[in-house]
């Protein structure tokens, strides 16, 4: 009752529409019980050759005009419920969406997107058995049923009574097949959800899959979650199996009832043979309603299986929300504050610890160090994607939490290593980031970032379709079109992680030279492994087990002979090796 409830609280727009399809809930129900009263008004006629032919014809036109008004209304009835439970499906598809979008990123880390797919589309899907079949056929058949008691014990109390035995057995039956079947309808929405999380990873990674030659594998990786699936639904359909036959049996015992104790009545002369045959045929009215209400425990259990996993997504909390009294900053200077911020994802693991740096505006700050010692963390703190445990991030004196989310990222633009691009063109891609865009200030962004040559050189240009995650554009030219669209945000903060880590030396001059040319114009926030990306760098700050172990200048900080000095001779090194390989292979003949 309290999902229900929910369920209608969250639908409360429809409710005018759904009073519509109630009401011809209503009609039809009140029209099915003329039916038998007719055919027994007139049985009665014709057993006591009362009937005359414009008698008969009147009846007839009575059966035609209660058919016809029936039909408008479960025509109503059905199109309405439908209607409402659609558009209401639809709806409560965007509310997850919206609400994916403002949870945190701590909340997708051990969730799969097909999985959380499949809760908003295939979830919702099965709301919509609640909304147009399950609420109106409970109505409707409630009406009919309590009608069709009513009317029974008009015609003779004592059969009724008789009639009304299994009644008691249904509801048995169906509780204990609503226990039965309850937790295998939670468990196929569950590995509906894994079926579709392993599908989308496969999909995305077809790939790697065929270039480490895993077909086999991932074969049988599906054929284990398939067979589990298919596993849930036969043990489901087996309860059904059983359990809707009994239904059926223990109804039809109301008919030999009626038949066996109305006859002998009948034959004893206590009871009219009209009145057995209206018996009859408000019986049939009676029992199927009741098998349908055996039916609708199997569609709300579906339906709550499916709620249940919706509501676990419309219940989470972000971490990252706006607070009481939040204010929003516009035109911001650009001034970045760390002051002693420690993070950890998990308590016994901690990434940052007593971080300490102010990046002024105008500077460009570069963050090295070796992988996994906190690079991409302070910069996602920056973002506030997430909130540190301890110490505070300001952003031009402010502390970050006490600014809107919202507006704190609009003072902010990021390239990543993982550049996505959207499955649209490339205008619209280097545009993505801001309401409106002329085709020559794209154009212009693009120039700073050292791509509108290659762009000009593609058949359509700018209106060149990058495919999904820009899959038919290099890893350079998406890094550059990010740029692109980096520059076109035109914020005061730039953060630029690892945009140089996967191109080649010719680019990662390209690169470079954007990087140059927005300096000075706004605060820059670098992460690199390629010193060679950060030696023009106001400050760099060296991390090491999650500390700032060094900090300076790039001559600097090679004269200290720390760190920082250890890993520029590892890579002038490797970088001197591979020149002397290309100039070894050169000097070959036949090279």
Not at 88 to 96: A, Y
Request: hydrophobic share 45%; aromatic share 8%; proline share 3%.
């Amino acid at each position: 009752m309290n999902m229900t409830k929910r369920l209608l609280l969250l639908a409360r727009k429809h409710w005018g529409t759904l009073a519509i399809a109630a009401a011809g809930l209503v009609g039809a129900a009140v029209l099915n019980l003329v039916t038998p009263e007719m055919v027994r008004m007139l049985t009665a006629r014709l057993e006591n050759g009362e009937m005359t032919v414009s008698m008969l014809w009147v009846f007839a036109a009575i059966l035609v005009g209660a058919y016809l008004l029936r039909m408008g209304c479960r025509f109503i009835s059905v199109y309405v419920s439908h209607l409402a439970a659609w558009r209401f499906v639809s709806e409560l598809t965007l509310t997850i969406y919206d609400k994916l979008q403002t949870l945190s990123l701590r909340f997708f880390q051990d969730k799969q997107t097909g999985q959380l797919m499949s809760r908003m589309i295939n979830d919702t899907r099965q709301i919509e058995l609640l909304v147009a079949h399950a609420l109106p056929d409970l109505i409707s058949n409630a009406l009919v049923i309590v009608g069709v008691a009513i009317m029974l014990f008009v015609i003779n109390p004592m059969l009724a009574l008789f009639t009304l035995i299994p009644v008691p057995f249904v509801v048995v039956v169906g509780s204990l097949f609503s226990k039965k079947v309850a937790p295998l309808f939670r468990i196929n929405q569950q590995v509906l959800g894994e079926l579709n999380g392993v599908t989308q990873d496969n999909l995305s990674g077809m790939k790697e899959i065929q270039a480490f030659g895993q077909e086999e594998r991932e074969h049988q990786k599906m054929d284990g979650y398939r067979e589990k699936y298919a596993a849930c639904n036969i043990k489901a359909n087996f309860a059904s199996g059983l359990f809707h036959p009994g239904v059926e049996f223990l109804t039809s015992l109301g008919t030999v009832i009626v038949v066996g104790l109305g006859g002998l009545m009948a034959m004893q002369g206590q009871m009219a043979i009209s009145d057995i045959v209206g018996f009859l045929m408000y019986l049939s009215l009676f029992y199927t309603p009741l098998a349908t209400l055996a039916r609708l425990v199997e569609d709300v259990q579906v339906t709550y299986a499916g709620a249940i996993r919706v509501f676990e997504v419309l219940d989470a909390e972000s971490e990252i929300k706006d607070l009481p009294g939040a204010k929003a900053i516009k035109n911001a200077k650009g001034r970045i504050d760390f002051e002693n911020v420690s993070f950890h994802y998990a308590k016994e693991e901690p990434v940052l610890s007593d971080i300490c740096f102010t990046a002024m505006p105008g500077e460009m700050i570069a963050l090295v160090g070796p992988t996994g010692v906190g690079k991409s963390t302070i910069v996602s703190l920056i973002e506030r994607f997430y909130d540190p445990v301890q110490g505070r991030v300001c952003l031009d004196g402010q502390d970050i939490k006490g600014l809107t989310v919202a507006s704190l990222r609009e003072q902010i633009s990021i390239v990543l290593q993982d550049v996505f691009l959207f499955n649209g063109t490339i205008a619209e891609n280097i545009a993505y980031g801001v309401r409106e865009a002329s085709l020559e200030e794209i154009r212009q962004a693009a120039r700073i970032a050292h791509a509108d040559d290659f762009i000009m050189q593609m058949p359509k240009g700018y209106e060149t379709i990058v495919g999904e995650r820009g899959v038919r554009l290099s890893g350079g030219q998406k890094q550059r079109i990010a740029i692109a669209r980096a520059v076109l945000r035109n914020s005061p903060i730039l953060i630029l992680d690892e945009a140089t880590s996967a191109v080649d030396t010719e680019t990662e001059a390209e690169i470079q030279d954007a990087i140059e040319a927005l300096a000075g114009s706004r605060t820059i926030v670098v992460i690199a492994h390629r010193l060679s990306t950060v030696m023009r760098a106001d400050q760099i700050l060296v991390l090491e087990n999650g500390r700032v172990v060094e900090r300076g200048k790039h001559e600097e900080l090679v004269r200290q002979g720390g760190l920082y000095a250890k890993l520029s001779q590892v890579q002038w090194k490797t970088a001197e090796r591979q020149m002397q390989n290309f100039l070894r292979m050169d000097e070959e003949p036949g090279a």
